[in-house]
Every structure is written in structure tokens, then in C-alpha cells.
Nanobody
């Protein structure tokens, strides 16, 4: 299994910046890609950004140009730098890992709250 622990988040004003971190442990070698999802009250969980082992990234249209996902393989850590934050970015942000050698499994962190005040 893979365990994920997030840190960061908090309260920021519109236009501000925040950074999130997620440390993975366990069967690190079997991780295929990692990403960040978010869930706002009353809404479904949605993909924010994802990064492969090779460093390829993809982003939700709503965050392109504002958020940056990166990873430090030596530290088993993935980051999400969020700039130019908007009130609609307010949500619980979850770290996610897709892992497995012959099948795909999902691991989730407990989530961290990001609140952007207007």
C-alpha cells in the first residue's frame, strides 16, 4: 500500500499564494503517478493537477497558468504551488497516488483545507 500525508493549506486572500506538500510512504516503487484533487462543499471531487513519474503534467482548465505541480522523487514528495488564488479555489485538497504493477490502485490523503477570502 501507499500512504499519503498532506501539509500546507490555510486561509489566504484573493490573489494570494499557497503551497501544498504531500509525502508518500510505503510501496513507493509502485507509484505510477500522483496528483491533487479538490472538493468544494456540495460539489464532486475534481482533478486539479497530476504528474507522472517522468514529470509529465496535466491540469484542470480552471487552474492552468496559476497552479504548478512538481515532485521531488528523492523526498517522495509532490507539491502544488497555487498562485493568483480565487474564492472559487476554496475546497478541501486531497493528495492522490495511482499505484500498482499489474493493476491500478488508488490511495488518498486525508485532505487539507484551502480557503480563499474575497
Amino acid at each position: 500500500q501507499v500512504q499519503l500525508v498532506e501539509s500546507g493549506g490555510g486561509l489566504v486572500q484573493t490573489g494570494g499564494s499557497l503551497g501544498l506538500s504531500c509525502v508518500a510512504s510505503g510501496r513507493i516503487f509502485s507509484i505510477n503517478y500522483m496528483g491533487w484533487y479538490r472538493q468544494a462543499p456540495g460539489k464532486q471531487r475534481e482533478l486539479v493537477a497530476r504528474i507522472t513519474n517522468g514529470g509529465s503534467t496535466n491540469y484542470a482548465d480552471s487552474v492552468k497558468g496559476r497552479f504548478t505541480i512538481s515532485r521531488d522523487n528523492a523526498k517522495n514528495t509532490v507539491y502544488l504551488q497555487m498562485n493568483s488564488l480565487k474564492p472559487e479555489d476554496t475546497a478541501v485538497y486531497y493528495c492522490n497516488a495511482d499505484y500498482g504493477l499489474n493493476a491500478h490502485f488508488q490511495s488518498w490523503g486525508r485532505g487539507t483545507q484551502v480557503t480563499v477570502s474575497s
